[in-house]
């Protein structure tokens, strides 16, 4: 079935309707989406959070999963394809997302719960779905590839599309806002902080000497600016010179990095007994924000020189990765994104008292 006849509904985080527009629907690409998409890590993921769900299952007959990056429903069909008793919590705060998942996971009735919302609320996705505790939860983080494949929607420095980046098209922030009116010491911070982007002074200043002549409206414009703003030795390794400042203005125009400073320790609360925690990053600082969280609680809090761990000093969680893992090569042929993927995650062992 072609993704442009997508249920037009689905659940949001406080129980109203997903409304999808003709429109985006429209937009949307005809493959369907197991043809465009071949979920990061795939079988390694459905491993790592199979503990879990088995343990739920065997001691009380239903498991619940949530799908913190939805997408396009990859990874949450492999789920419910695996597990028959498992309900999965999909979040996604991405209308088009929802159109293409809930196209996908039709099929699987009541036992998907779609849920219009970013990953960091958890609590409110639980509510809908009606559960208290959780006992998995997997997170794909940064930007997808159904946002940088919509040519639309200015994710890609590689076409010419309007300067947007929004992953929720109702958020008012947009990367053309951001580029136009933010001042150059802001932008030279986002760039250089979100961006990891050693020449952000000269990329902040050309974008505000352009701006002047007239507002920035397109990412090819930006890509332009930013070529020209870069030594052309520097440009000769480490990638697309614009690679970098469009990571930032996503993080930014999104505040991905701190809805995750908020996500993780969510998550990680929310599980159950034996449940499990996964999570994918692509850039370093996503995964030094999900490193310290797993570090937290995976911690003794017993104060240094106490003669006795107390239980509620004890770990909350323990960590069942070796460090951040990167992909086999296998796993990089079957999906060429996976090659900066490095994935943890944690199993929780403590259910620290209210």
């Not at 997302?97 to 919302?117: D, K, Q, S, T, W």
């Not at 559960?131 to 890609?156: C, H, K, P, W, Y």
């Not at 309007?162 to 802001?186: G, K």
């Amino acid at each position: 079935m072609s993704v442009e006849h997508a249920p037009e509904t689905g659940t949001t985080a406080s129980g109203a309707a997903v409304k999808v527009t003709g429109a985006s629907i429209e937009n949307l690409s005809q493959r369907e989406a197991s043809e465009r998409h071949v979920p990061v890590m795939l079988d390694r993921c459905i491993n790592l959070l199979a503990p879990g769900i088995e343990r739920a299952v065997e001691e009380r007959g239903t498991a619940y999963v949530i799908d913190g990056t939805l997408g396009m429903g990859g990874h949450s069909e492999a789920l419910l394809e695996r597990f028959e008793n498992l309900v999965l919590i999909g979040i996604d705060r991405d209308l088009q997302a929802h159109a293409i998942a809930g196209e996908r996971l039709a099929r699987f009735g009541e036992r998907f719960v779609p849920v219009h919302a970013v990953y960091d609320e958890i609590d409110r996705a639980m509510e809908t779905a009606g559960v208290q505790g959780i006992d998995g939860i997997l997170m794909d983080l940064g930007v997808s590839s159904m946002q940088l494949d919509e040519r639309t929607r200015g994710f890609a420095y590689s076409y010419d599309a309007p300067l947007d980046m929004r992953m929720n098209s109702e958020d008012e922030l947009t990367a053309r806002i951001v580029v136009n009116e933010y001042s150059e010491d802001q932008l030279r911070r986002i760039i250089r902080n979100w961006g990891e982007e050693k020449f952000a002074s000269r990329i902040a200043r050309a974008i505000c000497t352009a701006r002047a002549n007239a507002p920035l409206e397109t990412t090819g414009e930006l890509v332009r600016i930013i070529q020209k703003a870069v030594p052309v030795a520097a440009q000769r390794t480490g990638g697309h010179p614009a690679k970098r400042t469009f990571q930032a203005l996503r993080i930014e125009v999104n505040h991905e990095l701190e809805a995750l400073e908020r996500a993780v320790p969510a998550a990680l609360e929310a599980l159950n007994l034996g449940g499990r925690f996964v999570a994918m990053s692509y850039h370093s600082l996503e995964d030094k924000i999900v490193k310290r969280a797993l570090t937290a609680e995976a911690t003794s809090k017993a104060p240094k020189g106490f003669p006795v761990e107390l239980e509620e000093h004890k770990p909350t969680v323990k960590i069942i990765t070796r460090g951040a893992e990167p992909p086999t090569d296998e796993e990089i042929e079957q999906n060429s994104r996976a090659a900066s993927a490095k994935l943890r995650a944690a199993e929780k062992i403590r259910i620290p008292a209210k």
